[in-house]
């Protein structure tokens, strides 16, 4: 009898079941039949191929993720192919970089190889320091099948690789407080509003640890998530003059001294441009919390637009007298931030820093494919020429007048693997002296926030290290 009933009540639930199966999506679609067919906006919604009207809108949806995924070839995808945004999480989560089997590089096509020595050195003759040993940590796969994966994090100890004493980069080495680089990869400038707290958090942090870097500020002022890992920091001057900024918008020279006299800032860039974007930055209204805009001297949750170029200079002589007054005001490096948009672009400064024995401590050259928070499309795809041309334009015509030691070289522009670097830091292969030092910087956000930070369309922040 029991029985029975209890049969009676399974059979009544797989009855529901099934009914609910086959009911529910004919009243979901029923529902977005009536839902389009009263709205307003998307035509083809409403007509009788409104079925595949959907089709369309969840594949325009889908489709960055599938063809990451699925349909571009491992190098294929841009801004960064599956291959190096793989190779970059491998890097950072695992601290594992071996492939096997050998490399998918496409031999025939054109491209930089690094040329080997014969008799490569052994780990003691490496000019470098390994002295000590860092603690980190790094996650490592217990178990993995198709359908999930268990990993843990342990501890380990990874080696600097600094720069010996000999071999380190003084920037500025004529300034107050001249800058001294154990390591030659920085993470380039990200304003604290194109990325979130936790974020600048995370690289700040990272980038103590790793030890021998530096993260710029971006244009976005300097605050207290950029200071949290006691990192050395690049401040970043723009054309909106953020975190140094006085209530009318002019310059505040007390809070920029203010800023210059926190032990972690080592040096001040001053931003000419981005290879993204020649013009002022952009940040969306619905970014601007009151924090981000008390550092910046502006009005919360209101789109900021800062100009294209700083009104307190207009052409290379005027440039330089403003260098070197907040050379003398803060004491620090200063540098300048460009694009490089063809053979002449940096003959002026060149010319004039030969003329006048100083100027900018460092020359930060941003390619032409770097990222962005934010930009026009045209202006990402076209303005400015690609690093590894600009640097060697910048190289070579800092030689050409004699002023290629007067100044240090930054690069970056999607330097984003070790054997991205070589190009950039040999131009010309020629000394240490005025070796370029490359910077890096999405590779930061995708080692962090993966896919995810491509997709909040403008970066929204997540956390990552160098
Ligand atoms: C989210 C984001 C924000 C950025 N903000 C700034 C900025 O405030 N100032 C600046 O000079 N460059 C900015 N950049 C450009 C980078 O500093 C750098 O020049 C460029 O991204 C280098 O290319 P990479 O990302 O391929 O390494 C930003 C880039 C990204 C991705």
Not at 277 to 297: L, S
Not at 384 to 400: E, F, H, M, N, Q
Request: aromatic share 10%; charged share 25%; proline share 5%.
């Amino acid at each position: 009898m029991i029985a029975s009933y209890y049969a009676d009540i399974i059979v009544t639930i797989i009855l529901f079941l099934v009914l609910a199966m086959f009911l529910a999506p004919l009243i979901f679609f029923g529902w977005l039949y009536i839902r389009n067919r009263n709205q307003t906006q998307h035509s083809l919604l409403r007509g009788k191929y409104w079925f595949l009207g959907i089709l369309r809108y969840v594949i325009e949806k889908v489709g960055p993720e599938f063809r990451f995924y699925i349909t571009d070839a491992d190098d294929g995808g841009r801004p960064i192919s599956r291959v190096k945004f793989v190779s970059i999480v491998k890097a950072a989560k695992y601290l594992k970089t071996l492939i096997s089997f050998g490399s998918k590089r496409d031999f025939a096509a054109p491209g930089f190889f690094i040329r080997n020595s014969l008799f490569p050195r052994l780990d003691g003759e490496l000019e470098v320091d390994n002295s000590f040993l860092i603690q980190t940590r790094r996650y490592s796969i217990t178990d993995e099948s198709l359908f999930f994966r268990t990993e843990k994090m342990e501890e380990v100890e990874v080696r600097p690789w600094f720069l010996t004493e000999a071999n380190s980069v003084t920037i500025g080495p004529d300034r107050e407080r001249p800058w001294r680089l154990r390591g030659l990869i920085g993470q380039s400038g990200m304003s604290y509003g194109a990325l979130g707290k936790s974020a600048i958090t995370a690289l700040s942090k990272g980038i103590s640890m790793a030890g021998g870097s530096w993260m710029n500020t971006g244009e976005g002022g300097l605050s207290e998530h950029h200071l949290s890992g006691g990192c050395d920091i690049i401040f970043q001057l723009g054309p909106g003059l953020f975190g140094a900024r006085s209530p009318d918008g002019e310059l505040d020279w007390d809070k920029l001294k203010g800023i210059a006299r926190r032990a972690e800032v080592r040096a001040i860039e001053i931003k000419l441009g981005q290879g993204a974007k020649i013009r002022g930055g952009h940040v969306e209204g619905a970014k601007v919390t009151p924090e981000i805009a008390a550092i910046r001297g502006l009005t919360p949750w209101k789109s900021i637009d800062s100009p294209n170029r700083f009104s307190q200079f207009h052409d290379t002589p005027s440039l330089f007298d403003f260098i070197a007054r907040v050379q003398e005001t803060t004491g620090l490096p200063v540098g300048i931030k460009v694009v490089i948009g063809g053979q002449e672009s940096l003959d002026e400064v060149a010319a004039e820093l030969h003329k006048r024995g100083t100027g900018p401590d460092f020359i930060t050259v941003d390619g032409g494919e770097g990222g962005t928070g934010a930009t026009f499309k045209e202006m990402a795809d076209s303005l400015g020429l690609p690093i590894y041309s600009a640097i060697v334009i910048a190289d070579d015509s800092l030689r050409r007048h004699g002023a290629r030691g007067k100044v240090k070289l930054i690069a970056s522009g999607r330097l984003h693997l070790p054997d991205d670097l070589p190009h950039p830091a040999y131009p010309r292969a020629r000394g240490v002296q005025g070796r370029p030092v490359p910077g890096g910087q999405r590779r930061a956000v995708v080692s962090a926030a993966g896919r995810r930070g491509l997709i909040c369309g403008i970066i929204t922040p997540f956390l990552h290290g160098v």
